[in-house]
């Protein structure tokens, strides 16, 4: 059964949708910047950057996750802040990947996320980490800071202990020629120690023993380290020929 997320309310009543649009427009201009990943299994739902602040955040009578009694009511509900949940809310609107986003107000404690982009969890949950690190708290409760990273991740159980893939990389490169790359992986708690056997995108030969090898690349792309006991990492953009890949 999915893990409640906990939320301290801000304001009682919802907001009407038009508000919901002004309050995001608000955000967006004097927020913070932030990165924002969204992983399920292997599969990348979001890897981009935002600036976020106070946020409304929709909810949704299809949210039945904890129950057909416990959908949400279709109202948007206010965070102030820039927060985890408020960068997730705000990414969704801009990326159809993370769409929809179901999340319930049926609980006077919080509210419960169900699922991102319509993918729920059977026996897991969503878990959050923020800067590697698994959060013990609700996605509205970590406030955020410029330049931190938030990864939603879909555990397959309670009792999984997935390790974070983070890949570092140069930001150019010249065409055709080698570049090195190095491939961490991140515990829950946010240690770190390079590991071998990962696969990278544009290179030969996996990671060695440090967690390195070699890229060559004749055109901008975003790199992306996988190996399959682990969660895939950031994908890295380099530049090539004074070219970059979009965004």
């Given amino acids: ?34 990165q924002l990943r969204v992983i399920a299994g292997q599969k990348v739902l979001a890897d981009k950057n935002l600036r976020t602040g106070t946020t409304a955040v929709p909810t949704s009578r299809a949210a039945t996750c904890f129950g057909n009694d416990k959908g949400g009511s279709g109202k948007h509900v206010r965070v102030p802040g820039p927060t985890a949940l408020g960068l997730l809310a705000q990414g969704a609107r801009s990326t159809r990947s993370l769409r929809p986003l179901l999340i319930t107000d049926a609980f006077s404690f919080g509210l419960g996320l169900c699922a991102i982009g319509g993918i729920e969890a059977d026996e897991g949950f969503w878990q959050l980490r923020v800067n590697h690190k698994t959060s013990e708290v609700g996605g509205d409760s970590v406030k955020l800071k ?22 570092k990389a140069p930001k150019r490169a010249r065409s055709g020629k080698r570049f090195a790359v190095r491939v961490f992986a991140y515990d829950e708690k946010g240690k770190r120690k390079p590991v071998a056997g990962v696969s990278v995108s544009g290179a030969k030969q996996r990671t060695n023993k440090g967690g390195r090898t070699t890229v060559t690349l004749r055109r901008p792309a975003r790199l992306i380290a996988r190996q399959g006991k682990y969660i895939p990492s950031n994908r890295a953009a380099v530049c090539v020929g004074g070219k970059c890949p979009r965004s």
């Fill in 1 to 34: 059964m999915p893990r409640l997320i906990p939320f301290r309310l801000a304001a009682a009543c919802a907001l009407a949708l038009s508000f919901a649009v002004l309050t995001t427009a608000t955000a967006t201009a004097k927020g913070i910047p932030a």
């Fill in 146 to 167: 410029a330049g931190d990273g938030v990864l939603w991740y879909l555990t397959p159980s309670f009792e999984a202990s997935t390790e974070e893939l983070w890949l």
